[in-house]
Structures are given as structure tokens and as C-alpha cells.
């Protein structure tokens, strides 16, 4: 905190990069308890402010420190390492100085008292001051270094999306200090911009559509990563040239950061359900924080999920104009135990469905007050769904289209007919989409397939309990032979609260023929417990890597055949 801005973002691209490979089981990448409480410092900061702290908490705390100088024996007399001293800031000088009893050993000073430190992990050239000051508790940080060839140099084979995420992360103090910084470039894009927000699925519609509109031969920006707080949209922005189309993936909380100063053309909402809770708390949060941010960008069309009662909440309370969407028939889908929204929010009388598709989604009306489903202006009709792909008629009050795809679960057919109603609004030909949708190929865990070993394997995000429950539909759907891993993590971005996995339905799984599942995961015996009361016996592995590996031993008993599928889902960390 208080370094200077050059060095500031080098440090943290650097960092990010470091909490992205923590549980990359190379011993080379973190060596020394010292080494970790660097980086266990950097995940304290991103949990406290999601961003770098402020510059001001510097001058804080050297008035605090002057004020109080009891406050310094609780630090004992210590021995201050001070990377790079001559890049920070007075202020953080100041600090140094205050906290160092004892003695300063600087790096970068003419007057060294130590040599430079070496290249990153520094793990030698402190032999000798350590052996003067034992016992010594050091906190070092590394030398200026290239963010993208330590990305590299750390995971050649995450090298590409390591170094997005360093620069989504290096522009996280351009937001902190000019919070009118997205609506400077927001002129870069020509024809306009599209925000995509919703519990699941914002990913895989913003590349979706980024890529019809590509398709169609429109320049587009994109935060293609899924970095949609308001620093990854203005990285995406930073790193654009002139450009026809935005497409956005913007965190539903966060929208209000982003949608004041960007004036979307078009805020597509998908769906809205209990997620994460000890971070963004309960929908009707969400539902006030994106109605909020709505009214600040008067002009916005809001494209929502019709079907969805909660999003038909926001599009009834806001002035913006709307276009509506949904599924206009009954898939005969069974349904699970849980649903985020039971009741009508205008009167809390118990709503009436004449269908339900999954979750909350389906032909709704409140028989108290007449809340209901609004007309829809984009439908699918004509679904039809199976193992191996989907298919259904797009009709908009621009004209109809088939759509077809390889994917599976009613879900999908909601997030493509979002991106088809959007992708309808901005002009691109549906011809364009169905090659987007033909040549889509998301690298990014969500619906992502390999073939390993002579095995396929799909992996997928699942995140909250309808999530979940969506993955469990297409691995029944699949009658045959299988192992389902599933990893649950409790980090920060999954959130620490993992009481919904008993929200989700894993009796639907009980009794199910040539099945293995695994449990895995830091969370791995919380799930193995949830798990058991489903009558589903898991075993808890360590990791992926383990699950094959016993995967292996199962084939070599005869338990199941070589060619049984894999299923891995998982949470965000995980």
C-alpha cells in the first residue's frame, strides 16, 4: 500500500497471478512460509476493499502511529524490509520509518545494506542479515518484473488467460482513482454497448454474442474472462481500439458502478437466483441494486427473462424501455425441490403457475393482485431437447429463426435465446448466430469437453443450488456407465457459506446404475455428508487428478468399462 502506481500494478498483476496458481502443487512457486504471508495479505486486502486499498490508508495510518505511539509496541522492535523503498510514496516512506525501531535494511537504496533482492522466489541473499537479527519474521515483495512473462513462466498452459487477468487486475487502481474512466472510453464504441447481467449463464452469452456480432463482421470489446466488476470493463475499454459494439459481463451488484457511466444501449438480464448470499445477500438486493442502476441510464432497454418472476419485478417498478422473453410453452420437465421465488412480490400471496420449465422460471400469475408473466415480445417454440443437443423456433417482432446447438439442459435454450433476442436487437443476421453458435468452443469450464484416455469428459461450473441442479439434469440424461466428481471450495469468490448444497436435488442420482461419484474439494467432507443423506455413497478425493486415478483402479476391477463418460463440476475456485 502506498507504492507508486507503476510499481503498484506490477505487484499486483503479480500477486493475482500467484493467488490464481496457489493450488497449482508446483514446489517451485511457493517456497517459504514468508512467501505465502505475502500473498495471504494480498487475499486480506482483495477481501476487505475487492480492490487495492486506497492510497489515503497510508496517511492514516502514520497519524495514527504519530498520535498513538503505544500502538507501536504492539509490533515489538522490529527489523523493516523495505522492497524498493525509493518507489514508494513519502507518505508510505513515512510509515517505514515509524515502524522500524530498529534498523531499515532497504533494497534499491545506493546506500545498501543487503544486495538487491534476486529474482522471484527470493529465497537466497538474506543469509547474513538474517543471522544478525534472528528470529526474524520478514514479509518481502518482489522485484519490477514483466506480469505476462511471469504468467508464463508460472502456467504456460493458463499463460494467455493468466495475463488478461493481470491486466484486469493492473487497472484496478485506474478505477479506484477516476471512477469516470469507462465513461471516457465509452466513445471508443461506434454504434453502442450491451451489459449482461444475471445469476447463471452471463459468461456464456456475452462471448455467444460477442461472437455473432463478430460473425457478422462488427468489431467488438469484450471482457471475455468473466472480469465483470467496473475495472474489467474499463481494462477491456483500455486495451480497445475504436471498436462498433460493447458486450459486457457485468457482476449484477456491480452494474451500478458501470451502467451510470457506460449508457449501455442494452442491459440483457437472464435470471436472477439465491447465490452467494455472505457476499451479495438476497435477491430482492440484487433486484433494487440493478433497478438503481437502470434508473441512472434512463435510455437502456432492459431485455429480460419474462419467465422469470424476479426479473418481471425489476422490468414493472423501472420508467426504462423493455423487451421481454421466454419460453412459450411447456417443456415437461420434472421439477426440483426448491425454488428462489414462491411468493408474489407485489402482494406475498403464493403465485400460480400454469407451467414451471426449472426453478422459478415458467408461465406464472398471482392470483391475489394479477401480477403475471408479461407478454413476450422473443419466444422459443417448437423445443425440443436431448442428450446430444437442442433445438428450437426464435420468434421476435423482427421475424423467426431456427436455432440449433450441441448443448443439452433447458438452461441452454434460455441463454440462447437471450443471445438471440439481443443479437436480433443490434442487427445481426440469425445466420451469423447459428455459426457462432456452431463454432462456439468455451474454453473457460463452463460446458467445456476433452477427450482423455479414451474417455469423454465434460466440465462444468455449478456455483449455486439451481446451477447445480441444471448440471445433475444432463448427467441423467445420460444412461451409461460414468464417474461425477464434484468439487465444492469455500474461498472468497465461491463464497464461505456453503449451507445451499442441501438445496440442491443429489437424490436424483441415488440408484442410478454404473455410477461412481467422488466428492473433492476444501469443502470435500461437507459434500460427502450432504452426499450420504442423498443416499450416494462418495469417496474424497484430492483432487481431479486423483479422481482419474481412481477412476483407473475401478476400470482395473471391472467396475466400470474403459469408455465410461466423466462428469466434473464444480464452483469458481475449485
Known amino acids: 500500500c502506498g507504492l507508486k502506481r507503476r510499481r503498484l500494478r506490477e505487484l499486483w498483476a503479480f500477486l493475482q497471478c500467484g493467488l490464481a496458481n496457489l493450488g497449482d502443487s508446483d514446489p517451485d512457486w511457493i517456497q517459504t512460509t514468508e512467501e505465502q504471508a505475502v500473498l495471504d495479505l494480498a487475499r486480506s486486502i482483495l477481501i476487505f476493499e475487492e480492490a487495492v486499498l486506497p492510497g489515503e490508508a497510508v496517511n492514516l495510518a502514520v497519524r495514527a502511529l504519530e498520535a498513538e505511539p503505544a500502538l507501536r509496541q504492539r509490533f515489538g522492535s522490529p527489523v523493516v524490509l523495505a522492497d524498493d523503498y525509493l518507489l514508494m510514496s513519502r507518505a508510505s516512506q513515512h510509515l517505514v520509518n515509524l515502524l522500524a525501531t530498529d534498523k531499515i535494511a532497504i533494497a534499491g537504496s545506493e546506500d545498501d545494506i543487503l544486495p538487491a533482492f534476486e529474482p522471484y522466489p527470493c529465497t537466497t541473499g538474506f543469509e547474513e542479515f538474517e543471522a544478525a537479527h534472528a528470529p526474524l519474521q520478514r514479509v518481502t515483495l518482489e522485484t519490477p518484473f514483466h506480469p505476462l512473462d511471469r504468467a508464463w513462466?508460472?502456467?504456460?498452459?493458463?499463460?494467455?488467460?493468466?495475463?488478461?487477468?493481470?491486466?484486469?487486475?493492473?487497472?484496478?487502481?485506474?478505477?479506484?482513482?477516476?471512477?469516470?474512466?469507462?465513461?471516457?472510453?465509452?466513445?471508443?464504441?461506434?454504434?453502442?454497448?450491451?451489459?449482461?447481467?444475471?445469476?447463471?449463464?452471463?459468461?456464456?452469452?456475452?462471448?455467444?454474442?460477442?461472437?455473432?456480432?463478430?460473425?457478422?463482421?462488427?468489431?467488438?470489446?469484450?471482457?471475455?474472462?468473466?472480469?465483470?466488476?467496473?475495472?474489467?470493463?474499463?481494462?477491456?475499454?483500455?486495451?480497445?481500439?475504436?471498436?462498433?459494439?460493447?458486450?459486457?459481463?457485468?457482476?449484477?451488484?456491480?452494474?451500478?458502478?458501470?451502467?451510470?457511466?457506460?449508457?449501455?444501449?442494452?442491459?440483457?438480464?437472464?435470471?436472477?437466483?439465491?447465490?452467494?448470499?455472505?457476499?451479495?445477500?438476497?435477491?430482492?438486493?440484487?433486484?433494487?441494486?440493478?433497478?438503481?442502476?437502470?434508473a441512472t441510464s434512463p435510455k437502456t432497454t432492459l431485455v429480460f427473462n419474462a419467465d422469470d418472476p424476479l426479473c418481471a419485478a425489476i422490468a414493472e417498478r423501472v420508467g426504462n424501455p423493455t423487451v421481454a422473453f421466454g419460453v412459450d410453452e411447456d417443456l415437461h420437465l420434472p421439477q426440483n425441490t426448491v425454488a428462489d421465488a414462491q411468493m408474489c412480490q407485489r402482494c406475498s400471496a403464493m403465485l400460480e403457475y400454469a407451467y414451471r420449465q426449472y426453478g422459478q422460471?415458467?408461465?406464472?400469475?398471482?392470483?391475489?393482485?394479477?401480477?403475471?408473466?408479461?407478454?413476450?415480445?422473443?419466444?422459443?417454440?417448437?423445443?425440443?431437447?436431448?442428450?446430444?443437443?437442442?433445438?428450437?423456433?426464435?420468434?421476435?417482432?423482427?421475424?423467426?429463426?431456427?436455432?440449433?446447438?450441441?448443448?443439452?439442459?433447458?438452461?441452454?435454450?434460455?441463454?440462447?435465446?437471450?443471445?438471440?433476442?439481443?443479437?436480433?436487437?443490434?442487427?445481426?443476421?440469425?445466420?451469423?448466430?447459428?455459426?457462432?453458435?456452431?463454432?462456439?468452443?468455451?474454453?473457460?469450464?463452463?460446458?467445456?469437453?476433452?477427450?482423455?484416455?479414451?474417455?469423454?469428459v465434460l466440465l462444468n461450473l455449478a456455483k449455486n443450488p439451481t446451477g447445480f441442479n441444471q448440471n445433475l439434469k444432463i448427467v441423467e440424461a445420460d444412461r451409461g456407465p460414468k464417474m461425477v466428481a464434484f468439487f465444492i471450495n469455500d474461498q472468497v469468490a465461491d463464497g464461505r457459506d456453503i449451507s445451499w448444497i442441501w438445496d440442491i436435488d443429489f437424490e436424483e442420482l441415488a440408484g442410478q446404475p454404473d455410477t461412481v461419484v467422488f466428492a473433492g474439494g476444501s469443502r470435500a467432507h461437507d459434500l460427502a455428508v450432504r452426499l450420504k443423506y442423498a443416499g450416494i455413497e462418495a469417496a474424497v478425493v484430492e483432487n481431479i487428478e486423483d479422481a482419474f486415478a481412481r477412476l483407473g483402479a475401478l476400470t482395473a476391477a471391472g467396475v466400470l468399462p474403459a469408455d465410461a463418460a466423466v462428469y466434473a463440476i464444480a464452483n469458481y475456485t475449485a
Not at 161 to 180: F, N, Q, S, V, Y
Not at 366 to 387: E, I, K, Q, T
Open 361 to 456: 422460471l415458467g408461465s406464472y400469475c398471482c392470483p391475489a393482485c394479477g401480477f403475471a408473466r408479461p407478454s413476450l415480445d422473443c419466444a422459443a417454440r417448437d423445443v425440443h431437447l436431448g442428450a446430444d443437443g437442442l433445438s428450437f423456433a426464435a420468434h421476435g417482432p423482427r421475424g423467426a429463426a431456427e436455432i440449433e446447438a450441441p448443448f443439452s439442459g433447458a438452461y441452454m435454450v434460455y441463454n440462447l435465446l437471450a443471445t438471440w433476442a439481443a443479437a436480433d436487437l443490434v442487427s445481426v443476421p440469425a445466420e451469423a448466430l447459428q455459426r457462432a453458435i456452431d463454432a462456439f468452443d468455451p474454453r473457460n469450464g463452463r460446458l467445456q469437453r476433452y477427450r482423455l484416455g479414451g474417455r469423454d
Open 153 to 294: 513462466e508460472a502456467a504456460p498452459d493458463l499463460a494467455s488467460e493468466m495475463g488478461l487477468i493481470a491486466c484486469a487486475i493492473a487497472e484496478e487502481l485506474t478505477c479506484g482513482t477516476d471512477p469516470r474512466v469507462i465513461a471516457d472510453l465509452a466513445p471508443r464504441l461506434q454504434k453502442g454497448s450491451v451489459c449482461v447481467v444475471g445469476t447463471n449463464g452471463k459468461t456464456t452469452v456475452t462471448n455467444l454474442l460477442a461472437d455473432a456480432l463478430e460473425t457478422a463482421g462488427q468489431r467488438v470489446v469484450c471482457n471475455r474472462t468473466g472480469a465483470n466488476l467496473d475495472s474489467g470493463v474499463a481494462t477491456a475499454l483500455l486495451h480497445a481500439r475504436e471498436a462498433d459494439w460493447g458486450v459486457f459481463e457485468c457482476d449484477e451488484l456491480w452494474l451500478a458502478k458501470i451502467l451510470p457511466h457506460l449508457q449501455a444501449d442494452y442491459v440483457l438480464l437472464l435470471n436472477l437466483f439465491r447465490d452467494q448470499l455472505d457476499r451479495v445477500g438476497e435477491i430482492d438486493r440484487i433486484q433494487e441494486s440493478i433497478a438503481g442502476a437502470l
